[in-house]
Nanobody
């Protein structure tokens, strides 16, 4: 049974940092893609970052300067370190898994087409406010 559980959200002041964790189970983490997405109030969900089966990463636009995705296969966890947080980073953050067989052979990942991710966590709230 595939499960993804996010944790680490909370309230932080502008300029602060948070580390989100995505605990996975039910599938070999190294074989598939894990993505982070977020949904701000009143907005559509958007891709934030992903890490491929090969360990390559991708970020949405300017987030690369402030966010870092990583994977700890021994712990079956994927992390999203968020630095220099801004009020516009306020959102519910979700991790998701793309377990299509094809991703096991691809070196890259994508966060544009969220419908290709077949398993999702419940989300964790991040609020950036003074």
């Amino acid at each position: 049974q595939v499960q993804l559980v996010e944790s680490g959200g909370g309230v932080v002041q502008p300029g602060g940092s948070l580390t989100l964790s995505c605990a996975t189970s039910g599938f070999p983490l190294d074989n598939y893609v894990i993505g982070w997405f977020r949904q701000a109030p009143g907005k559509e969900r958007e891709g934030v970052s992903c890490i491929s089966s090969a360990g390559n990463t991708r970020y949405e636009g300017s987030l690369k300067d402030r966010f870092t995705i990583s994977r700890d296969s021994a712990k079956n966890r994927v992390y999203l370190v968020m630095n220099s947080l801004k009020p516009e980073d306020t959102a519910v953050y979700y991790c998701a898994a793309d377990t299509r067989p094809i991703v096991t052979t691809q070196s890259t990942c994508q966060i544009l087409y969220e419908n290709l991710y077949d398993y999702w966590g419940q989300g964790t709230q991040v609020t950036v406010s003074s």
